[in-house]
């Protein structure tokens, strides 16, 4: 199973963007989806979690500025990301929980994608 995320870039404060992250591979079902941000320094927090019902939690950080959302035909999650704050500058990592087998479940993380919030 691979996670691929893409969407990354640099904008400026008070902007937007979209990060979308995809999974292939030998998949049965997708569960819970997740992203994280790890800014230069600092440890890996997260951000978000969409369940496989589409329930939705934030951290309080982002509370109200960002979305998370997932397409389950595609097996992707994305994160809108609006009102964006130079500390809101990290890498993005997306993270699933996927069942590959009738017996099988793991987690896995993607590569991480940069945004940069910059004037």
């Known amino acids: 199973v691979q996670l691929q995320a893409s969407g990354g870039g640099l904008v400026q404060p008070g902007g937007s963007l979209r990060l979308s992250c995809a999974a292939s591979?030998?998949?049965?079902?997708?569960?819970?989806m997740r992203w994280y941000r790890q800014a230069p320094g600092q440890q890996r927090d997260w951000v978000a979690r969409?369940?496989?019902?589409?329930?939705?939690n934030y951290a309080e950080s982002v509370l109200g500025r960002f979305t998370i959302s997932r397409d389950d035909a595609k097996n992707t999650v994305s994160l809108q990301m609006n009102s964006l704050k130079p500390e809101d500058t990290a890498v993005y990592y997306c993270n699933a929980d996927v069942k590959t087998t009738m017996w099988d479940s793991d987690t896995y993380w993607g590569q991480g994608t940069l945004v940069t919030v910059s004037s």
């Open positions: 969409i369940t496989a019902g589409g329930s939705t």
């Open positions: 591979g030998s998949i049965i079902s997708v569960r819970s």
